[in-house]
């Protein structure tokens, strides 16, 4: 299969109103994705498209967009406004829809956009049905022209918020809740910015909010997941027991512990296994998912806990393909991406924060008691931006300098080389116990790659 042109880690994402993020962009991939799924449900005339967005202003132009194309191939859309995306992915499941579509860019600024396609399930589209669409998009003439009664039409959804809280809230143990808890709630000014705070506060909490006014310009803007400041001040003031920050689209979270500190993804994931080590639902043995960028320290963690951690390549989809080949119930990323397989088949910043709750009152104690169990390796994340993105292992200089770095860091540290699938950057990660030797790392091979790639 040749390499895709329009899809990258996370559906398709760019510049709104700049190829490929474009309304004529998206009213073919309406077309494509109706015309592809009818020959995959054959028993429905007309494929049935969930379409949901966050709160960014272009997400108008590309639902609409979107959407005429649907109807131009005959497709039935329902549009719910904005809603998460692990959202979108339980309502397409939950009403038995053919396809679900989530206009978001998840954690990019404003002017980005970007749009996420889910099957029948709820699960992301693999490589190969990606690369069909991008075929369709790129050759219209493979895609026959409806007309008179074989258009399609589309329509709004407007309780779809209540089936989302009332499937979050199973997350949380019927025999908890959250009555007495001071909770400070950052939606980003996304997606989430309705449920969330509904959901907390009909589980008895007392919720203080922020980012819950968008505007169609302010989604992330020093709020959020990406900049947990304000909240920790929150924490702090209002003593708070826990802080839970989202993203754009609400698929991942920040958790602040009650001194207002922040609690690493790596971190939460071990905590997460723990409790369901502890209550049954996970065995000694058990793999838990992560990806290239989890920590040693996570992986030592569980090991020490009798469970196994199996790597996948970086983005929310490749972990719940494992889990899903694989029968795994846990996964997720140092971002924030948390995936309980029994409850949702994508990452849910909501589920995951109820789940934080629960081992709150499981275990009767303060998350930052709970969460100093895990220590994590000294770790370096840095971004670079690139010109261009030619295969890493093609480049003879760079190459070079990784394997100097490796040598040096031994057995006890990592590195990785990977080029984002959203920006054009170049992430450079490095690990491992002597903090000064992941610092000299990190420093030479940013250097490296902007001095080949910059």
Known sequence: MSSRKLFGTDGIRGKANVNPMTGEVAFSLGRAVTEYFKSVHTERKKPLIIVGKDTRLSCYMLEQAFSAGVCSQGGEVILTGPLPTPGIAFVTKSMRADVGVMISASHNP????????????????????????????????????????????????????????????TALDEKFDME?????????????????????????????????????????????????????????????????????????????????????????IGLYAKLLLDEGVLKKGDTVVGTIMTNLGLENYLKDLGLKLHRTKVGDRYIIEYMEKHNTLLGGE????????????????????????????????????????VKLYPHLLENVRVSEKPPLK???GLQKVLKDVEKKLGKKGRVVLRYSGTEPKCRVMVEGEDSKLVQESCDTLVAAVKKELG
């Open 110 to 169: 404003y002017y980005d956009n970007g749009i996420k396609i889910f099957d029948a399930f709820g699960l992301k589209l693999p490589d190969e049905v990606e690369y069909k669409l991008e075929q369709m998009i790129l050759d219209p003439e493979t895609i026959p022209t409806m007309t008179n009664g074989d258009l399609g039409n589309a329509r709004r959804l407007r309780e779809v918020f209540g089936r989302y809280i009332v499937h979050c809230k």
């Open 180 to 268: 007495g808890m001071r909770l400070v709630l950052d939606c980003a000014n996304g997606a989430g910015y309705k449920v969330a705070p509904m959901m907390f506060q009909e589980l008895g909490a007392e919720v203080f909010t922020l980012g819950v006014n968008p505007n169609g310009t302010n989604i992330n803007e020093e709020c959020g997941s990406l900049y947990p400041g304000k909240a920790q001040e929150m924490v702090k003031n209002v003593r708070a027991d826990l802080g839970v920050c989202l993203d754009g689209d609400a698929d991942r979270l920040v958790i602040i512990d009650e001194e207002g500190k922040v609690v690493p993804g790596d971190v939460l």
């Open 334 to 373: 140092p971002s924030g991406h948390v995936i309980f397989r029994d409850k949702a088949t994508t990452g849910d910043g909501a589920m995951a924060a109820l789940k934080m709750i629960e081992c709150l009152r499981f275990y009767k104690k303060k998350a930052s008691e709970l969460t100093k169990d």
């Open 394 to 396: 093609d480049i003879e």
